[in-house]
Structure formats: C-alpha cells, structure tokens
C-alpha cells in the first residue's frame, strides 16, 4: 500500500469529514443572501465562489491522499456507516437552503405541476400561461405575442402564477425527457408549488447513487472509502443538496450501469444506460465503449438505444425548432473554454460556424467512442475509463460547461479517482465568478476567466494523462 497505511485511515476519514460538514454549514448561512427579490449586485457573490473554491481544492487534496490509503479490515461497515452519516446530515441541513444563483428549480416546478396534473410537459412553452410585461417582452423579441392558457391549464397557470414569472427561457418547452418529469412530478405531489419536495426527491437519488457506488465498488474490489469522493464532495452539496439540479435523477443509473460493467451484467447494465437516457440523452454515445466488440454488443447497443427511444418518444414527438430540445442543441453556449475558440476559427471557412464547430465536436467523441470500441478492451475497468473521457471530452470540448455537469462523472470517480476527472470537479465551482463579473464594469471583458479556471486545469491534466498512458 502506497501513501497512508490502513492505520492513518481513521484520521484520514476524520480529517475528510469536516470538509462536507463546514461546507454545507457555509451553504446554509450564504443561502440567505441570495434569495429571489435581492439584486445581482448586492449578493456576496465573490464570498460565496471563494469560499466553494477554498472547499473544493481542500478536498482535492483529501482525495488525492484518500486514493493513496485504501480501508480495509474489520471495520469497514462502521465506516461505510460514518461516511454516509456525514453526508446525510450536510445534505438535510441544506434541504431548507435557498439554490444559490440558480433558478432551473423553477422550471422543474412548473413541470412537475403540468405532469402531475396529467398534462403533455412538452407541447407548450411556460410562457403561453403567464403575461407580465418582462414576459410580454420576451415573448416579442422572438417574434412572439402573449395567449391566454390553453384550455385545461387555467388552474395551473392561476396557481403557478409566481413560479411561472421566474422559469428562465420561459418561450420555449421544455428540454428535459420523461423520465425527470416523473422525478418533478413526484417532488410537486410531496410539496406543491414549493422546493422541499423535489429536493427530497433529489436526496433519494442521491442515496440510490451513494448504494450503487458502494456495489460497485464491492465488485470490483476497491476501497469502501472511495465512496465518499462522492457523497462529502463540496460540489455535490452545492449543485444538488442546495442547488437541487436534476441531475441528480442521472447518477444512480450511471453508477448501476458501472456497477454491472465490473460485475460482467451486461443485460442489466444495457437498462441502466437505458434508463439513464430517460433522464438525459448523451449517455447513449459511451454506451460502445462499455461493450466489447462483436455481435453480442451490436445487438445489446441497438437495444439500448430502441429501449431509449421508446422513453423519450413522448418528447421526441414534440420536437419543433423552438422545443427546448430544439434550441439547446442548435444554439446553447456558457462557460465554454475550447468551443467559442473553435467557432472562431471555422467562422473564417464557414457562414454557420457554431453548427460546423457542434458537428466537429460530435466527430471527436463519437470517433474516441467507435476507436475505444474497435479496440475491444477485456478489462472492463479500461471499458470505465475510456467511457469516462468520453464524457470528459464532451464536457470539456463542448459548448456549455455547467458545474453541475461535472457530476456527471461523480460514478466514474468513485471506482477510478483519475486525476483529470478530480480536476474538473474542483475548477467548476469557478463558473459562479461569471456572475460577478456580470455586475463590475465592462464585464464581456472577464468572460474567458471562469471558463479558463473551469475546464483549463482538467484539460491539461487529461493531455498529460493521455501522453504518459502512450508512453513505453
């Protein structure tokens, strides 16, 4: 054993747990500030990414010593029990928290309502139910005029009245697939109109996830305590326990389709990732790389994606441009590092450069997906590994690097702790920097540093990575 011996392993733990403990804690006192009806400018935003900074680095460090002292011997159940005890109790304490500069909350009410009620999430935008004059603006500015509710909705539209006037893009529908609509429809039967329920709903996912990792783990017979890379980490508290992104709803089916992976399931893991494009699209394109090559994986893939397909056909139904799937994949962009560069120097060969340059990143990582396959690895951790690159080329490469995708890979980081993944989860948080930006002067000035600090180090860390693994 490198590093600690298994008898530092206490105090390691003990050490680690303060870190989620004092990070929630700090959650919950900023929370406050940060509450719909003040200002932008007058929110502690600075304090706020200073201190998330300050949390995620030192964890970086507790993780990079944790993954160099692997548990074992006779205790190992109490201190499974500790570590879910400690992240369990940072993440009630911040279901009362008010999201920090976030409001995609909003959006998960309102359709969790319209689901609830029996209602097609998809068919219209949140702003066809609501008319106020920054909504009346809006809706002119693309070419649009204010309607009253479609017939059957007026309840709805009459009770979700506030929750309605702070959905963002409320002009077009929404973009996330049935599988979540069920998750926000279960968090608006808990607590109507109000937050307590989706976050309850997001801390059972949370500990699916937390169970998941652990048999993953088991599986492949790997320390115990790595779980808690996950479930004390500062951006897992941030983005789901005070944040409560439904992203949430993706990892216990990534983590049970990395668990079934190690275990040689391959049928089950198939529903996992299937499940999991229930909730979001992409984890259809890694679905290669956890297969081996032959006839046996062309068959289980195309059923992975007809499985898929028949999840979200209520949504793909109701595809337009101006769907919210539509848009986001024809012009979403924020906190890109590698993108706007890369729409920069195609704009000079081509009128619609970000399209040629979202193709181009598309090329990369399906061609990274179909070369991992062609290779047919018999390791299946070397099938986890190269799956998480794909994502990590997907978020890096790609035109939106939100913090909270980051997590994505939280599952890959439990039973492979790799440097670039640990990287990417500590320069995240530095997207927030961008809102304070937003409030100094001349702040187009400032837009490449939280991209930079977001994605710089993560990028570098997976270069170096890639060189020594070519290396004799």
């Known amino acids: ?86 992240g369990l109790i940072a993440r009630i304490a911040l279901i009362p928290s008010t999201p920090i500069l976030e ?75 049935p599988l979540a609509q069920l998750g926000f429809a279960a968090g608006h039967l808990l607590t109507p109109w109000r937050l307590t329920g989706w976050k309850i709903v997001v801390l059972v996912a949370e500990i699916l996830t937390f169970g998941l990792s652990l048999g993953a783990l088991r599986a492949g017979r790997l320390p115990l305590a790595w779980s808690a890379i996950y479930w004390w980490h500062p951006l897992a508290l941030k983005e789901f326990a005070n944040s409560a992104h439904m992203d949430a709803l993706l990892l216990p089916f990534l983590a049970g389709a990395l668990w079934m992976v190690i275990a040689g399931r391959t049928r089950l893991m198939a529903l996992c990732l299937a499940g999991a494009a229930a909730v979001k699209f992409w984890p259809l394109l890694i679905a290669p790389t956890l297969l081996r090559r032959g006839r046996t994986a062309i068959v289980t893939g195309i059923v992975i994606g007809l499985l898929a397909l028949m999840l979200v056909a209520p949504q793909l139904a109701s595809v337009t441009a101006d769907s919210g799937l539509g848009r986001y994949a024809a012009d979403w962009q924020r906190n890109a590092l590698v993108f706007p560069g890369l729409v920069a120097g195609l704009g000079l060969v081509s009128t619609d450069p970000s399209r040629l340059a979202r193709l181009a990143v598309a090329a990369v990582v399906i061609g990274w997906v179909l070369w991992v396959w062609w290779r047919d690895r018999a390791d299946p951790f070397d099938r986890v590994r190269a799956a998480g690159t794909a994502i990590l080329l997907l978020i890096l490469l790609g035109p939106t690097g939100y913090p909270w995708y980051a997590l994505w890979l939280m599952p890959f980081a439990v039973v492979q702790p790799r440097l670039p993944v640990l990287l990417l989860f500590t320069g995240a948080p530095a997207y927030y920097l961008d809102f304070w930006f937003q409030v100094r002067a001349d702040p187009t000035d400032w837009t490449w540093i939280a991209p930079l600090l977001s994605a710089g180090p993560a990028l570098l860390a997976l270069a170096v990575e890639r060189g020594w693994r070519r290396a004799p």
């Open 1 to 86: 054993m490198s590093g600690a011996s298994a008898r530092d392993a206490p105090g390691l733990l003990i050490l680690g747990a303060a870190i989620p403990l004092s990070t929630a804690l700090f959650l919950a006192v900023m929370a406050p500030r940060f509450v719909w009806e003040i200002r932008l400018g007058d929110r502690p935003i600075l304090v706020f990414a200073i201190g998330i900074a300050l949390a995620s680095i030192a964890f970086l460090l507790w993780a990079l010593r944790l993954a160099r002292a692997p548990v074992a011997g006779s205790r190992t159940g109490r201190m499974v029990l500790a570590i879910f005890a400690v």
């Open 103 to 177: 409001d995609d909350f909003y959006r998960y009410q309102w359709d969790g309502a319209v689901t609830a009620a029996g209602q097609n999430p998809f068919t219209y935008p949140p702003a066809r139910f609501v008319s106020a004059p920054d909504v009346d603006r809006l809706l002119a500015t693309v070419g649009l005029a204010p309607t009253p509710p479609p017939k059957g909705y007026e309840a709805l539209a009459r009770a979700g009245r506030d929750t309605l006037l702070r959905v963002n893009n409320p002009h077009v529908a929404t973009i996330y697939p």
